[in-house]
């Protein structure tokens, strides 16, 4: 699995937009991180269980027998933060724009738009 780190960097300039409905392209991005994290773990998981039937450690069905004890599961649910964190990253980041480019004078046309009905 990679490393479960994001990078702080964000895209500077207007996010470039594929499809018509900006939810499609926020889908497309999870779908490419999905696809890239479950490639690595597939190609560590293949690697690690050679590794170990080749030096006779283990069976490959002594995978299937493990139980997790409570520091195993901690662990597995921190990846997953970091995992899900990093999926909705492209919506976090233009919510970050939205609030960096906020103004109290936009606000007020807003309640005032709101008011008018």
């Known amino acids: 699995m990679s490393d ?3 990078s702080n960097r964000t895209i500077k300039g207007k996010r470039p937009s594929f499809f018509d409905a900006r ?3 926020y889908l497309m991005h999870m779908v490419m991180v999905l696809t890239q994290e479950l490639s690595v773990t597939r190609d560590r998981l293949d690697t690690l269980e050679h590794l170990i039937e080749d030096k006779e450690l283990l069976k ?3 995978f299937d027998r493990f139980a997790p004890d409570q520091a195993c599961l901690e662990e597995r649910e921190k990846n997953r933060q970091a995992l899900i964190k990093n999926l ?3 919506m976090d980041q233009e919510a970050a724009e ?3 480019n906020d103004s ?3 606000f007020d046309e807003v309640i005032a738009e709101t008011a008018k009905g």
């Open 4 to 6: 479960n780190t994001t």
């Open 88 to 90: 909705f990253s492209v």
């Open 23 to 25: 939810g499609v392209d």
């Open 60 to 62: 490959r069905t002594d």
């Open 104 to 106: 109290k004078e936009r």
């Open 98 to 100: 939205l609030v960096k």
